[in-house]
Protein backbone atom coordinates (compact mmCIF):
# COMPACT_ATOMS: atom_id res chain seq x y z
CA UNK A 1 0.00 0.00 0.00
CA UNK A 2 1.32 3.40 -0.96
CA UNK A 3 -0.07 6.38 0.31
CA UNK A 4 1.03 9.22 -1.81
CA UNK A 5 4.97 9.70 -1.34
CA UNK A 6 4.74 9.91 2.18
CA UNK A 7 4.63 6.02 3.53
CA UNK A 8 4.54 2.51 1.55
CA UNK A 9 3.13 -0.23 3.97
CA UNK A 10 4.26 -3.68 3.01
CA UNK A 11 5.37 -7.50 3.90
CA UNK A 12 8.37 -8.44 4.83
CA UNK A 13 8.09 -11.19 1.81
CA UNK A 14 7.42 -8.44 -0.73
CA UNK A 15 10.34 -6.22 -2.62
CA UNK A 16 11.57 -2.75 -0.68
CA UNK A 17 9.41 0.24 -2.50
CA UNK A 18 11.55 3.44 -3.39
CA UNK A 19 10.64 6.55 -3.36
CA UNK A 20 8.61 7.09 -0.29
CA UNK A 21 9.43 9.04 3.32
CA UNK A 22 8.53 6.12 5.46
CA UNK A 23 8.42 2.36 4.25
CA UNK A 24 6.84 0.10 6.96
CA UNK A 25 6.81 -3.61 6.72
CA UNK A 26 4.17 -5.26 8.20
CA UNK A 27 3.24 -8.90 8.96
CA UNK A 28 -0.47 -8.56 9.18
CA UNK A 29 -2.18 -11.74 11.17
CA UNK A 30 -5.41 -11.23 12.86
CA UNK A 31 -5.11 -7.78 13.66
CA UNK A 32 -6.39 -4.90 12.08
CA UNK A 33 -4.56 -2.61 10.78
CA UNK A 34 -2.87 -3.95 6.93
CA UNK A 35 -2.85 -0.53 5.51
CA UNK A 36 -5.70 -1.36 2.94
CA UNK A 37 -8.00 -0.29 4.79
CA UNK A 38 -9.66 3.30 3.37
CA UNK A 39 -9.32 4.28 7.30
CA UNK A 40 -5.91 3.57 7.97
CA UNK A 41 -5.03 5.64 4.91
CA UNK A 42 -6.81 8.55 6.44
CA UNK A 43 -4.95 8.41 9.72
CA UNK A 44 -1.67 8.04 7.99
CA UNK A 45 -2.76 11.33 5.76
CA UNK A 46 -3.40 13.40 8.98
CA UNK A 47 -0.03 11.83 11.03
CA UNK A 48 1.48 13.11 7.34
CA UNK A 49 0.46 17.11 8.31
CA UNK A 50 0.74 17.04 12.01
CA UNK A 51 4.31 17.69 13.77
CA UNK A 52 5.36 15.07 15.31
CA UNK A 53 8.77 15.68 16.32
CA UNK A 54 9.57 15.35 20.12
CA UNK A 55 5.49 15.23 20.59
CA UNK A 56 4.41 12.34 22.48
CA UNK A 57 1.47 10.03 21.59
CA UNK A 58 -0.88 7.81 21.76
CA UNK A 59 -2.10 5.01 19.57
CA UNK A 60 -5.30 3.91 21.11
CA UNK A 61 -6.57 0.39 19.73
CA UNK A 62 -3.18 -0.20 17.66
CA UNK A 63 -4.05 -3.30 16.19
CA UNK A 64 -0.68 -4.34 13.97
CA UNK A 65 1.14 -1.05 15.33
CA UNK A 66 1.38 0.78 12.12
CA UNK A 67 0.50 4.19 13.07
CA UNK A 68 2.32 3.70 16.45
CA UNK A 69 5.05 2.66 14.06
CA UNK A 70 4.85 5.47 11.83
CA UNK A 71 4.05 8.41 14.55
CA UNK A 72 8.00 7.37 16.03
CA UNK A 73 9.24 7.36 12.07
CA UNK A 74 7.88 10.97 12.23
CA UNK A 75 9.97 11.88 15.07
CA UNK A 76 7.75 11.58 18.27
CA UNK A 77 9.84 11.46 21.14
CA UNK A 78 7.63 8.77 22.87
CA UNK A 79 4.89 6.68 21.51
CA UNK A 80 2.04 4.33 23.79
CA UNK A 81 0.34 1.83 21.79
CA UNK A 82 -2.46 -0.09 23.72
CA UNK A 83 -4.93 -2.86 22.22
CA UNK A 84 -6.79 -4.95 24.21
CA UNK A 85 -6.46 -8.28 22.29
CA UNK A 86 -4.08 -10.60 22.65
CA UNK A 87 -3.72 -11.11 18.99
CA UNK A 88 -3.11 -7.23 18.45
CA UNK A 89 -0.04 -6.89 20.96
CA UNK A 90 1.25 -9.89 20.05
CA UNK A 91 1.34 -9.11 16.18
CA UNK A 92 2.31 -5.26 17.26
CA UNK A 93 5.44 -6.41 19.22
CA UNK A 94 6.74 -8.40 15.98
CA UNK A 95 5.69 -5.57 13.76
CA UNK A 96 7.71 -3.07 16.25
CA UNK A 97 10.67 -5.20 16.61
CA UNK A 98 11.23 -5.97 12.53
CA UNK A 99 10.68 -1.75 11.96
CA UNK A 100 13.33 -1.33 15.02
CA UNK A 101 11.53 0.81 16.86
CA UNK A 102 12.82 2.12 20.00
CA UNK A 103 10.32 5.00 21.69
CA UNK A 104 6.90 2.43 21.68
CA UNK A 105 5.59 1.28 24.58
CA UNK A 106 3.28 -1.56 24.06
CA UNK A 107 0.93 -2.40 26.70
CA UNK A 108 -2.31 -4.46 26.77
CA UNK A 109 -5.59 -2.32 27.90
CA UNK A 110 -8.67 -1.54 26.53
CA UNK A 111 -8.97 1.88 29.06
CA UNK A 112 -6.59 4.90 29.38
CA UNK A 113 -6.65 5.49 32.86
CA UNK A 114 -3.25 5.72 34.43
CA UNK A 115 -1.44 6.10 30.85
CA UNK A 116 -0.85 10.07 31.32
CA UNK A 117 -1.21 13.10 28.81
CA UNK A 118 -0.38 13.00 25.57
CA UNK A 119 0.14 15.81 22.98
CA UNK A 120 -1.43 13.74 20.07
CA UNK A 121 -3.92 10.82 20.33
CA UNK A 122 -4.80 8.40 17.83
CA UNK A 123 -8.08 6.19 17.74
CA UNK A 124 -8.58 4.28 14.10
CA UNK A 125 -11.44 2.07 16.19
CA UNK A 126 -15.70 2.41 15.66
CA UNK A 127 -17.81 4.91 16.77
CA UNK A 128 -19.12 2.78 19.54
CA UNK A 129 -15.76 2.41 21.33
CA UNK A 130 -15.07 6.44 20.54
CA UNK A 131 -18.19 7.10 21.98
CA UNK A 132 -17.64 5.29 25.21
CA UNK A 133 -13.95 6.85 25.63
CA UNK A 134 -14.31 10.37 24.23
CA UNK A 135 -14.07 11.91 28.28
CA UNK A 136 -10.68 9.64 28.79
CA UNK A 137 -9.81 10.67 25.71
CA UNK A 138 -10.26 13.89 26.14
CA UNK A 139 -8.69 13.62 30.00
CA UNK A 140 -5.21 12.15 28.37
CA UNK A 141 -4.92 14.95 26.19
CA UNK A 142 -2.58 17.62 26.79
CA UNK A 143 -3.88 21.08 27.08
CA UNK A 144 -2.52 22.33 23.43
CA UNK A 145 -2.84 18.46 21.88
CA UNK A 146 -5.01 16.70 19.06
CA UNK A 147 -7.46 14.23 18.71
CA UNK A 148 -7.22 12.44 15.53
CA UNK A 149 -10.18 9.59 15.10
CA UNK A 150 -11.14 7.08 12.00
CA UNK A 151 -13.02 4.33 11.52
CA UNK A 152 -16.06 6.26 11.22
CA UNK A 153 -18.91 6.66 8.14
CA UNK A 154 -19.93 10.23 7.15
CA UNK A 155 -22.98 9.17 9.61
CA UNK A 156 -21.29 9.24 12.48
CA UNK A 157 -19.83 12.68 12.47
CA UNK A 158 -22.95 14.36 13.84
CA UNK A 159 -23.09 12.34 16.94
CA UNK A 160 -19.27 12.21 17.42
CA UNK A 161 -18.71 15.93 17.30
CA UNK A 162 -21.94 16.47 19.60
CA UNK A 163 -20.28 14.16 22.14
CA UNK A 164 -16.61 15.71 21.49
CA UNK A 165 -18.34 19.18 21.98
CA UNK A 166 -19.48 18.00 25.68
CA UNK A 167 -16.17 16.97 26.87
CA UNK A 168 -14.80 20.47 25.20
CA UNK A 169 -13.23 19.31 22.10
CA UNK A 170 -13.97 21.24 18.84
CA UNK A 171 -13.63 19.82 15.82
CA UNK A 172 -10.45 21.17 13.07
CA UNK A 173 -10.33 19.03 10.39
CA UNK A 174 -11.85 16.35 8.37
CA UNK A 175 -10.78 14.24 5.74
CA UNK A 176 -13.12 11.20 3.54
CA UNK A 177 -11.83 8.45 1.30
CA UNK A 178 -13.90 5.74 0.15
CA UNK A 179 -16.86 6.57 2.05
CA UNK A 180 -15.00 7.15 5.17
CA UNK A 181 -14.15 9.64 6.99
CA UNK A 182 -11.50 11.17 9.42
CA UNK A 183 -11.73 13.78 12.15
CA UNK A 184 -9.39 16.04 13.83
CA UNK A 185 -10.14 17.68 17.41
CA UNK A 186 -8.30 20.14 19.67
Not at 92 to 111: H, P
Amino acid sequence: VIIDSFCALRASFHEPIPGVEHEIIITPKMSFGTGHHATTCIMIRFIRELALKGKHVLDFGTGTGILAILAERCGAESVMAIDNDDWSIENAKENIEVNRCTAIRLKKAGQLQGLGRYDVLLANINRHVILANMLDLKQHLSPKGVLVLSGLLPDDRAVIEEKAAACDLRIIEQKFYNNWIGLLFH
